[in-house]
């Protein structure tokens, strides 16, 4: 394996499945977002704002300085049917591996003036690990017999950096996140086994305008371009034009804006509107180059992806001096379309049900709490590039695919 025994991969015990949010992007890390199925935009505040909207760090009293941590660990299944025989697999009924994702967080926060309030974050937006069965797509080699074209693909994205935020006259906070990423990818199959990781910089910026009965929110995530080095080996003879040795790429990650509005409907409760835009154009190749400057598989490089449109909305509700419960409800649509469909992504639509809640303890401790449920609507592939063997079509991705995940969020927050 690659030399990844640093921070970054001790932090990211196992990024998350295939059944998580649209394509690979993961939901929001703390429990107040995994509660609210993403929305809270414009309620966002705290050390947790800087996953969210770092304006909403501004909302923190003077000299109150926090930290939050905590993680959500996921039950994920997917399951795939083909109806027919495929190069040489048969028809099936399958489920992949199930995944049991654990993804942890940290922020910080502390107010350094009336106005200004500075902290750092760590966090993964984007992960994917899926693990299929054996035998769930041989392709046929003729006297060479068969191989998986498909076993394990993973991708690790964790970003990490300061975070500052100002509150200004009239209700208005404007903040901004600058992050180093880290992004690890490894693909194991029968034909070869390829591994690649490599750094990169972004920025996050957000606005907040809070008045006693409403408050509105926008954050923008830039796109990063993620150069990624490695190796390529373990390839089948069958695998001609495959070349041992070192290979590099470019991760594309898209943009991000998501805006939402929350209105006080009584005094103990907020109810909350959200849209999510991700630019998923943007990610419009994967062309892995070769030791000898060959691409593998140029056929199979393009991607076609559309930008995507999300609903979320959610309610916020005081129950109590110390209890504080949330629920929430998100739609995903998928920005794949089908011949750019493989089982090594997230391809289908998603609906999100969560709920959760907080727990005010003493001396300004807060214990926070969530579970989330996410399904993958079924969408039948009968056409893609993806499953291409050099220029022979082997039909092995086309069937019917189908996800769950549930998802449950701890975190806890004090003062310091």
């Not at 059944?19 to 705290?46: F, K, Q």
């Not at 006297?143 to 074209?149: F, H, I, L, R």
Request: net charge neutral; charged share 20%.
């Amino acid at each position: 394996m690659l030399p990844t025994r640093c921070f970054p991969a001790l932090f990211v015990l196992l990024s998350a499945t295939l059944a998580h949010a649209s394509s690979n992007v993961l939901p929001r890390p703390n429990s107040e977002s995994l509660g609210m199925a993403d929305a809270n935009i414009a309620l966002a505040a705290g050390p947790g704002a800087q996953f969210t909207n770092p304006a909403g760090m501004a909302e923190s009293p003077p000299g109150a300085r926090r930290w939050e941590a905590g993680a959500y660990l996921a039950v994920a299944d997917a399951r795939f049917s083909r109806a027919t025989p495929a190069s040489a697999a048969g028809a099936m009924d399958i489920n992949a591996r199930t995944g049991y994702p654990l993804v942890p967080y940290f922020a910080i926060a502390a107010p350094y003036t009336e106005h200004a309030t500075f902290g750092f974050a760590v966090d993964s937006p984007h992960g994917l690990s899926t693990e299929w069965k054996d035998h769930t797509w041989d392709v046929n080699l003729g006297a060479q017999g068969s191989a998986d074209m498909v076993k394990l693909a993973q991708l690790t994205v964790l970003r990490f950096g300061p975070t500052a935020a100002w509150r200004l006259d009239g209700g208005w906070s404007v903040g901004a996140r600058l992050f180093a990423q880290y992004v690890e990818a490894i693909d194991e199959n029968d034909i070869a086994t390829l591994r690649a990781h490599g750094m990169s910089a972004g920025t996050m910026l957000g606005v907040r305008y809070r008045v006693p009965d409403f408050i509105f929110g926008a954050a923008y995530t830039t796109p990063t371009n993620t150069k990624i080095k490695g190796k390529q080996d373990n390839i089948h003879p069958a695998a001609t034009t495959l070349v041992p040795g070192d290979i590099h790429t470019r991760y594309l990650l898209p943009d991000r804006l998501q805006v939402g509005m929350a209105l006080r409907l009584r005094p103990d409760l907020w109810w909350e509107m959200d849209f999510d835009w991700i630019g998923w154009s943007y990610y419009d190749e994967l062309r892995i180059y070769q030791a000898d400057g060959s691409v593998i598989s140029p056929a199979k490089a393009q991607r076609h992806y559309t930008d995507t449109l999300s609903l979320r909305t959610g309610i916020k509700w005081e129950h109590s001096e110390r209890l504080t419960l949330h629920a929430g409800f998100g739609y995903d649509p998928s920005p794949v379309p089908e011949r750019d469909a493989t089982p090594t992504a997230s391809f289908l639509r998603k609906s999100r049900i969560a709920f959760g809640g907080r727990y005010r303890l003493d001396r300004g401790q807060q214990l926070d709490f969530a579970y989330q449920f996410i399904y993958g609507h079924k969408r039948r592939i009968d056409a893609t590039d993806q499953d291409l063997f050099g220029s022979t079509d082997t039909h092995l991705f086309e069937g019917t695919y189908e996800t769950r995940a549930h998802v449950l969020g701890l975190s806890y927050s004090a003062q310091f």
